[in-house]
């Protein structure tokens, strides 16, 4: 089996351009940027910058620290009892939005396998797999959490100590677990692009489990791992390709660019065609690796 790697790239724009120019519709631009907007809504990173008090502020000479530490003191338990609830609230919300974001993984997908402009009867018929999606998610990334105190924690003790002695055994302990946490980090960030890349799509034809379609998608990786390998390489390429793109866009625009992608939703919108190549990508490779994984069934 030969696996191509230019061919996958040209079809993934060949699809884009049929999706979004042939014709173009302004009202599909923004029912499907609106699925990859919710779809990938905690892959976005966008960067807020406050200018808090500095360290002058909190002196004696602060006009406002006695009337704040008399509150803190008179209003306390209310003031620990107040941040737990919004804690508690805001961590509800995030596992909504996760739950939504699953369940419109599914339905970007259809937008882009079928060119089907419909989000309510895929959010019903991809239910089961949204939500399984959602569970793996939460339980894989408690998992990574785990791992990384485990380890966080021995290396700021050996911090702690590095204040009172400074060897060679504290600096490589160091060394060694902040080796670990970026192994770490890499391995999580590979699996989670495995999962979106492939795993998804396989349950998105054969309306599996997540670890269902892992175990479909297993076997194949380990006997093909080099040309997945390679596809990996080539999408951080790509990747890296599309942030020089951004920034001289930002640059030659004085920043409007940048300011335009940090906006939620109309981000989504703007870059739809790079949303929808990147996703079609990864479609046209795996289809190379046959039947069980070809799904794109409307694709030439």
Request: proline fraction near 5%; glycine fraction near 4%.
């Amino acid at each position: 089996m030969e696996i191509q790697y230019w061919k996958p790239i040209t079809q993934a724009y060949e699809h884009m351009a049929l999706m979004l120019f042939k014709p173009f519709n302004l009202g599909n631009w923004f029912v499907i940027g609106f699925s990859a907007w919710v779809a990938y809504l905690f892959e976005s990173s966008f960067q807020f910058h406050f200018n808090l008090p500095g360290p002058e502020l909190w002196t004696d000479e602060w006009p406002w620290k006695e009337g704040f530490e008399s509150v803190l003191a008179d209003h306390l338990w209310l003031i620990i009892a107040a941040t737990v609830f919004v804690s508690l609230v805001v961590f509800a919300l995030a596992l909504v939005l996760f739950w939504v974001s699953a369940r419109f993984r599914f339905i970007f997908l259809d937008h882009v396998v079928g060119d089907r402009m419909d989000i309510a009867k895929p959010w019903r018929r991809y239910a089961r797999q949204g939500n399984s999606l959602f569970v793996w998610w939460a339980v894989f990334g408690l998992l990574g959490m785990t791992a990384a105190i485990a380890l966080i924690i021995p290396l700021v003790i050996l911090v702690i100590h590095m204040k009172e002695t400074m060897g060679a055994p504290q600096i490589l302990g160091v060394a060694g677990i902040v080796m670990l946490l970026f192994l770490l980090m890499v391995l999580f960030q590979l699996v989670l692009m495995l999962l979106a890349h492939f795993v998804v799509p396989v349950m998105y034809k054969h309306h599996l489990r997540t670890t269902e379609a892992w175990r479909l998608f297993l076997p194949c990786l380990r006997r093909h791992l080099g040309p997945f390998v390679l596809f990996t390489l080539l999408l951080a390429g790509l990747h890296l390709a599309l942030a020089a793109v951004v920034l001289a866009a930002t640059i030659f625009t004085c920043c409007c660019a940048a300011i335009l992608l940090a906006i939620p939703y109309v981000s989504a919108v703007l870059m739809l065609p790079v949303t929808i190549f990147f996703r079609a990508f990864s479609l046209y490779f795996l289809r190379q690796f046959g039947a069980p994984f070809d799904v794109m069934e409307t694709a030439p």
